[in-house]
């Protein structure tokens, strides 16, 4: 399978805990995004990467927040001291020329 | 800024109805426009885009869009449905032509029924 994959799919963590998912774009594929989806909404942009380079943050993306793409490659996004308003589906999409390609999500439950 | 707005958060039809999903966007600049599609347990699916050209967009499967800037609206149709188009529908909108940060609709859940 050469799309973009994103591990865990799913999880489930106690509020105050720090939490970390992985997004591993389709090959070659230069552009990283990462948006979050919350039940009975559109996903909304949170960040993105041109290779290495982080190139645009949303107001979204709190302190808590922090995304990295060390080698241009995978991504991780890390939430710390997650709260309840965090649970939601995290999205990360790549692109080469234009379209977006989205992986899979991973629904992350705030206990 | 840019928004988008897709009025209908549901539409219920019956199989080899048409249908049309309504989409209004609202930007001060140029925008691209985009239409995605999510079955169920399945990631987003870029279903069509207008960039530049003939204002009449088709997709593989039958459905098509008309960008109408008079209006700011990119309306999704298609002639006769199936059951296998049961699916979520999200308009989207880019500054750029996909590259940049898309902003999402809150999406219209298309239910087809026999």
């Known amino acids: 399978d050469t799309g973009v994959s994103q591990d865990p799919r799913h999880k489930i963590t106690k509020r105050g805990q720090n939490v970390t998912f992985r997004c591993d774009p389709i090959?070659?594929?230069?552009?990283l995004y990462w948006y979050r989806q919350t039940l009975g909404q559109g996903p909304e942009f949170l960040t993105y990467?041109?290779?290495?380079?982080?190139?645009?943050k949303s107001r979204l993306l709190s302190d808590r927040f922090s995304a990295e793409r060390p080698k241009g490659s995978f991504s991780t996004l890390e939430i710390q001291r997650t709260e309840q308003g965090d649970s939601a589906m995290y999205l990360c999409?790549?692109?080469?020329?234009?379209?977006?390609?989205f992986g899979p999500g991973t629904r992350l439950t705030v206990l | 800024a840019q928004s988008v707005t897709q009025l209908d958060s549901q539409v219920p039809v019956f199989e080899e109805a048409p249908v049309e999903l309504r989409c209004n966007y609202s930007?001060?600049?140029?925008?691209?426009l985009f239409w995605y599609v999510q079955y169920p347990n399945q990631g987003l699916q870029l279903l069509l885009k207008?960039?530049?050209?003939?204002?009449l967009v088709e997709s593989i499967n039958g459905f098509e869009a008309e960008f109408n800037k008079s209006q700011t609206s990119f309306h999704l149709r298609k002639p006769s449905v199936h059951i296998s188009d049961t699916a979520e529908y999200f308009c989207?909108?880019?500054?750029?032509?996909?590259?940049?940060?898309?902003?999402f609709g809150s999406g219209t859940r298309l239910q087809v029924q026999p």
């Open positions: 930007s001060s600049v140029s925008v691209y």
């Open positions: 207008y960039l530049s050209g003939s204002t």
């Open positions: 990467f041109q290779n290495e380079a982080q190139l645009e």
């Open positions: 989207a909108v880019s500054l750029d032509t996909g590259r940049r940060a898309l902003t």
């Open positions: 090959s070659e594929h230069n552009r």
């Open positions: 999409a790549s692109s080469q020329m234009g379209e977006q390609f």
